[in-house]
């Protein structure tokens, strides 16, 4: 789990940045050494008791690990302990935040964004949709039935109505159903998420571009999850067109911590018209005497940030460029690959149903039975007997009209089905396919 070379490496880190501060006078922190290590003894122990996120048995949730220049990064940067409210809690790291919200721009296509990290999507939705309700006040959000459920929770908070949008069998806003909904005229700002969090299904974002000559309404795109995804050689061709086109959009949300290779506490909004700044306004006299440059506290809901995520995420970005062809774009289409290889093996079983073809590295299948109750229960033993085997899945709620599209035969006496879904996040899930559907298979013939 841990290699030496990582600590050797944050060592070697903590003595070059120990050399920029060596004109102080020496002083050190005392503490109980014994005492701290009985502690983390303890923690360690306690730490047990979660599921092995880093590793490719973990096939479940969105979780996967940091990259090891991440982690080395963000704890080296915690000797100096940077906010990147403002300048004064940050400088070197709210210029490398600055660089990495640039990177990331240039990757949708806009050279001159105004954004900053966040905690995590959620922050970083709920200045887009702030601002979206500052532009267009009183005006609608809508955003499909597989959207994330923060926005409409956000839409709660910040006062403004919201609606879903049905989705096709595919998991993908419904165009149609979305026409309906202008017509009646009170649609400030369509949500386009660009890979939905259960299914992975990209909006068709072109033919949502396309409305806007007939309508007027804002775009956000939540790109939290697939937004590197444009970066993959072998997408599909249309959802090739819908990253191609997220430059027309008004504003976009990624968060490096999903696929960017970051701990926690890393997400990012980015709007292409940098004069919504002005919106962010604020007179805190607090902060702010260092520097007459606008900076990132002034454009940012949240104050204190930990400027160790930007440390993080700048490493990273300098160590795997932001380029398609580049090896971070490689470990994206591996992703893919083994996404599709697992619907495909999926598909020659007798006791599993694959859904919808992953459009990302999200696959999601129904446990073969003959009627919709018995697919949920036996979906939920799967989970569990696979868990005891020390493969972990995770669990989707879908409409049974959704589900009933892959497996026609289905008697239906439940309104929703349990599925089983499979986030490939990890390339090397590519190498591990044949050995996870081998235990599924016994998971699901009950004699494992
Ligand atoms: C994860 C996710 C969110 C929420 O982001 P957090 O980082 O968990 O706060 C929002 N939208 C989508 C599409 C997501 O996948």
Known sequence: MIDATELTLLKNALDKLAEGYSELPEFSTEFDAGAVADVLQEVATRMHDNFPYYHPQYAGQMLKPPHPIARIAYAMSLWVNPNNHA??????????????????????????PLGHLTGGGTMANLEALWVAGRLHPGKRIVASEQSHYTHSRISDVLGLPFSPVAVTGDGRMDVDALKVLLRDGDIGTVVATIGNTGLGGVDPLTELIALQSEYDFRIHADAAYGGYFGLAGNLRADTRAAYDSLAAVDSIVIDPHKHGLQPYGCGCILFKDPSVGQLYKHGSPYTYFSSAELHLGEISLECSRPGASAVALWATQRLLPLVRDGDFAAMLDDCLHAARHFHEKLRGSRNFVPLMEPELDIVVYAVDAPDSRSASERARAVFANAAEHDLHLAMIELPVQLVQRYAPGIKVNSETITCLRSVLMKPEHLGWLDRIVEILERCAAGNP
Do not use: P, Q, T, Y
Request: negative net charge.
């Open 87 to 112: 300048l004064d809690g940050g400088r070197a790291s709210s210029a490398m935040e600055k660089e990495c919200v640039i990177e990331l721009g240039k990757m949708f296509g806009w050279d001159a």
